[in-house]
């Protein structure tokens, strides 16, 4: 009976735990076509448009997007997705 217990009472922990949290990642595109001021607030706007993004900082100067973004809501191929939609291909900075 002891062993029942505590083999229901190990599977009620790990069933409200629920799934592993996700993890806040941090990535910088590189932006083609940003030519003028009003490009920045477009890309960003794309972007913030994104289930799971957080935060978004758009450069002029460097054509660079860094997104920090939460990777079980989001991935890469989204950020991607949501630039190249708006007029402004973009791909992960090395």
Do not use: Q
């Not at 629920?18 to 030519?35: C, I, R, S, Y």
């Not at 890309?43 to 990777?71: H, I, Q």
């Amino acid at each position: 009976m002891r062993k029942s217990l505590a083999s229901w009472v190990t599977l009620l922990t790990a069933l409200m735990a629920g799934p592993a949290a996700a993890a806040e990642k941090t990535v910088t595109l590189n932006v083609d076509n940003m030519t003028c001021p009003t490009c920045a607030p477009v890309v960003k706007k794309s972007l913030a448009r994104v289930e799971g993004v957080a935060k978004v900082k758009v450069s002029l100067e460097t054509n660079t997007a860094t997104v920090t973004f939460d990777d079980a809501k989001t991935d890469v191929t989204a950020l991607i997705n949501a630039t190249t939609n708006a007029g402004y291909p973009s791909h992960l900075a090395k």
